[in-house]
């Protein structure tokens, strides 16, 4: 026995590579598209194994510089052809024994099969969307005439020529069997996928509300002189803010706002908001995520008013743990993992339903200090189930078992 623990005390060290499909900061907020990664990294480094961060980023596009805990190797990616010139480069960059691909697109998950396929190394796939959900789910096709097809294959910027496009998505879908290991962070994903469930980790430490003055926090970002609502993402139809607006439209309180933090990266959805119910809204510019501890302790309500869609279901918003780990009272919506994940330390209504947003709202309010209180419950939820320390643990299980 003592000589079976000398030899595994001899292993090498294994390490990681996670491998993202996109490093650039084009998602929700400043490196909005590498959240998921950078919380596998956390929780990966907890397990005390060396891990790398190698992703592709566009090639015309400005980088922002990383968090400065977490190294990354970036790879500029092409559209094809010289797409193929960008997988060798980023191939040439991995070094770990085990890789970690991030999505179910070409661009990690496709690239870490070409990898295993040459050295035989295992693959773990993490799914935090359901990708082909954007463009219609399983009802999407793709039936062009000749014409159509020669232009998306030949013109410089034909559909085709992107390494994400609709049609590699459903072909990088029928390769999910070849990932050693599947995770996933969602009960919709894993019914769809397999895999092991692995939820949306929170640093509690510093999501922690007891570092934060809420009054100094609504000072700093001028928000002193209002009742806040928060929304600390960015907007998009299936998120139902739409339906928090038109509930401030039924409360008709002038002290009430909706604080919207970054806007939209992704088209001029928010302004669209803005021109329909600006009086109702204030938007804070991107911040970093450094600065998100402070800018959730300014609201007095967080809302995640989640439309009943399957890419809503798909999904497990990062505003939930936000809001959790900082002991706010929540308002949010009966779809996809959201009941499970609040328990009873948060309010739900049916989604699409304004009325009873207002409805929800007005009793917070008329009953703060016992909305506070269930705040606190939902605050010590997020570090029972959903830290990183949670995320180690089964993370730790899973390793373990390749």
Known sequence: MDQLKKSKSLKPKRKISLVVSDLSSSGSGRWGGAVRPFLLYKALQKLDYEVE????????QRQDSPPPEIPIVTIPAYNYPKFII?????????QGNIIYASKLKPTSFGVALIQKFKTRCPVLLDIDDWELSWYGGDDWTYRPSFKQFARDILKPEGALRNPNHPVYLRLTEGLVSQADVITTHTHFMQERFGGVYLPQGKDTTVFDPSQYNPETS???YNLSNYRVIMFPGAPRPYKGVEDVLLALDQLNESDLRLVIVGGSPYDDYDHQLMEKWGHWIIKLPRLPVSAMPEVVAAAHIVVVPQRDTPAAKAQFPLKLTDAMAMGKPILSTRVGDIPE????TGYLVDASSPEQIADKIRWIFQNYQDANERGKKARQRCIEC????????????VINKL
């Not at 994940?341 to 009873?344: C, Q, Y």
């Not at 320390?389 to 299980?397: P, R």
């Open 53 to 60: 961060v190698i992703g592709f980023v566009p090639h015309e």
């Open 86 to 94: 960008s997988v060798n480069n980023l191939i040439k960059h991995i």
């Open 218 to 220: 609504r000072t700093r």
């Open 341 to 344: 994940i609040l328990g009873d």
């Open 386 to 397: 959903y830290s990183i320390d949670k995320m180690a643990d089964i993370l730790s299980e």
